[in-house]
């Protein structure tokens, strides 16, 4: 039984991750997928809740022909120790699937096998560029998987993070 890692903010989940993970599903058993920052919510960089997140993973993986586990992780700001407090909220994982610097440091520095996916259309599939999108009113929707844009949709997201956003 071989479990692949794979960990993110999901501010919102997009289709750069959707291919990522399509990705993965090919090269493991299962896979296991932690929503950083977990406790972070209602914050222009940091909208939705870790519950709400998970919500936009389930429904977007549901066809994948891979069983996975949606893990919130809360931030504990000490990189040192990162590793090991993933290790002690996750299914055990033989390896790391990231591309971000510091993820990839720290794994490798803790000895897990770390392999680097090939990024998906970069300019437009991030979560700061959706996030402007939505403040600024441009289209977003065709970035994100359609569960997602339902679960978004459903929570007045969009709302929340223009709210957030002014002044008082
Ligand atoms: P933000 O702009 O808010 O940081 P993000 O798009 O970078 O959002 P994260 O949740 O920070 O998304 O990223 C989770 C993981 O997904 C990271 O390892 C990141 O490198 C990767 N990732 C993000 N966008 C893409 C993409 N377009 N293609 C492939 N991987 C991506
Ligand atoms: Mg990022």
């Not at 919130?72 to 055990?92: C, F, G, Q, Y």
């Not at 591309?99 to 998906?120: D, H, I, K, W």
């Amino acid at each position: 039984m071989k479990r692949g890692f794979y960990i993110g903010r999901f501010q919102p989940y997009h289709n750069g991750h959707q291919s990522v993970l399509e990705h993965i599903a090919k090269g493991v058993d299962e896979i296991v997928i932690g929503i950083g920052s977990a406790q972070f919510s209602h914050l222009i960089d940091n909208p939705f809740t870790a519950g709400e997140r998970v919500l936009m993973i389930t429904r977007a993986l549901s066809s994948l022909d891979r069983p996975f586990y949606v893990i919130p992780i809360e931030d504990i700001k000490r990189n040192a120790l990162w590793v090991a407090h993933v290790r002690s909220m996750t299914p055990p994982f033989d390896l790391c699937y990231s591309s971000n610097p510091l993820v990839v440091q720290l794994f490798r520095e803790s000895g897990v096998t770390v392999q680097s996916p090939a990024m998906y259309e970069r300019e437009t599939h991030s979560g700061t560029e959706i996030r402007r999108r939505m403040l600024c009113n441009k289209p977003w929707k065709s970035l994100i998987p359609d569960e997602v844009v339902e679960v978004i949709d459903e929570l007045n997201g969009v709302g929340r993070l223009l709210q957030i956003a002014g002044d008082d």
